[in-house]
């Protein structure tokens, strides 16, 4: 049996997800398993999913997918590059995953490819720092450097979302040199962060109609929409960032300078910049808004202002992620998780108690995301579902 490996958030889970795991197995086979990497309770964006990682991993195997595994927090709130350097490396560890399959604007893995590897290369380093001295974004950098590398047309792949995230993708693939095939998906209906009037919408537009009580039932899967429903009616949800934001203001005034120096992606005075407005502002908006700059984008204001609150440190990236926390899984999961131990480089954690055999800097890893959990819980309008410590007692979700 052929296994296919996604990356995800499934923030929320919704029809284009769907059809990306049921045109994998079109191409590679119905018999194929799925295997998720899903990202937990806050997202690569900088801000809370809108829904718990339990009930998006019992969303996603419930529509299609075979097994979900939780990517630690430290990876959830990272850069595309280290996010994917995390994801794909716990699927390579695993040992038992033959195919990565992404979306991808283009559909065009020889191009998507190229870049991966110009990426790494002296002379693309050669012509960022040219760009970088000129003062430009870095974004706006890398697609210069690579148009002049590899030549023109290939920037703009760093330009579109899945795209630029399948190259960082394919950069940690070949950096461990796993042995897995690429497969692009072409992503139909909205694209990133677009509105459109199609069945198939974007996860900002749904997440938006769900806190706003819009009907989203046309674009979710029947069991995906069936799943967040209950979650709403449990008063488990849905969580925005509003419902969040004392808890997260709170944490951030209690930091001191030093705590801000050893945030991931703290340079160039940026993390004494945000220490400052943290100190004063009322809001997160009005936080983002006082350090944004040209030079930096909001959404790396925003990863490292959460990362200050969750206690995300730089430190937690000198080591690959070290276990594979198992959220749900299907009978042909079952079978899957029976390999992947016998394969494996990497510990499966399948029973809360598992947890206690971990090395101490990957104890250190889960007891991070289960804080984190532990403040998530605390935005549920039910305050019965608040309590403390439920990510070391709960087990995965099976279909049997």
Same mark, same amino acid.
């Given at each position: 049996?052929? @296994? ?35 990202? =937990? ?10 829904? /718990?990682?339990?009930? #998006? ?67 693309? /380093?050669?012509?960022?720092?040219? *760009? ?10 890398? $697609? ?17 979302? +899945? ?7 394919? &950069? ?6 796993? +042995? ?14 677009? &509105? ?10 749904? #997440? ?16 995906? $929409? ?73 959404? #790396? ?43 494996? &480089?990497?510990? @499966? ?30 935005? *549920?309008?039910?305050? =019965?579902? #608040? ?14």
């Amino acid at each position: 049996m052929t @296994i296919a490996g996604i990356i995800a958030e499934y923030n929320p889970f919704h029809l284009g997800h769907q059809y990306h795991i049921q045109e994998t197995r079109r191409r590679l086979g119905e018999d194929c398993g799925i295997v998720c990497v899903m990202s =937990g309770d806050f997202v690569q964006r900088g801000e809370p999913a809108i829904f /718990s990682k339990f009930a #998006r991993a019992k969303a996603a195997v419930c529509c299609g997918a075979d097994l979900v595994v939780e990517l630690p927090l430290p990876w959830c709130m990272a850069s595309a590059e280290r996010f994917s350097q995390g994801a794909v490396q716990i699927l390579g560890d695993l040992g038992i995953v033959d195919v990565l399959s992404f979306g991808s604007e283009s559909g065009d893995v020889a191009a998507i490819a190229a870049v991966s590897k110009e990426l790494d290369s002296d002379l693309y /380093s050669m012509e960022l720092r040219r *760009y970088l001295d000129q003062g430009m974004t870095f974004a706006a950098c890398r $697609q210069k450097a690579v148009e002049n590398t590899l030549g023109p047309g290939y920037g703009e792949i760093l330009c579109r979302p +899945n795209d630029n995230l399948a190259v960082e993708y394919l &950069r940690a693939l070949y950096s461990n040199a796993y +042995n897995m095939k690429p497969l692009a998906v072409c992503r139909i209906g909205a694209g990133h962060d677009e &509105r459109t009037a199609g069945r198939i919408r974007s996860g900002s537009d749904l #997440r938006e109609q769900i806190i706003h009580d819009g009907s989203v039932e046309s674009f979710l899967p029947p069991e995906a $929409q069936s799943i967040f429903q209950y979650e709403m009616q449990q008063g488990r949800g849905p969580v925005a960032e509003g419902e969040i934001e004392l808890l997260l203001l709170s944490r951030l005034r209690m930091l001191a300078k030093t705590d801000f120096e050893s945030i991931p992606d703290a340079s160039e005075g940026l993390e004494q910049k945000l220490f400052s407005a943290c100190q004063v502002h009322a809001s997160l908006s009005d936080i983002y808004h006082s350090v944004k700059s040209k030079r930096y984008t909001h959404a #790396r204001i925003r990863r490292m202002t959460l990362s200050a609150a969750l206690g995300i440190q730089k430190m937690h990236f000198f080591e690959r992620p070290s276990y594979a926390r198992i959220l749900a899984f299907n009978a042909a999961g079952s079978q899957i998780l029976k390999e992947a131990k016998q394969k494996g &480089r990497i510990p @499966i954690l399948s029973k809360p108690a598992a947890v206690k055999t971990l090395e101490p800097s990957a104890y250190k890893v889960f007891e991070l995301t289960a804080k984190a959990h532990d403040l998530y819980v605390l935005t *549920y309008k039910n305050a =019965g579902f #608040r309590a403390g410590g439920q990510d070391w007692t709960s087990s995965p979700y099976r279909i049997c």
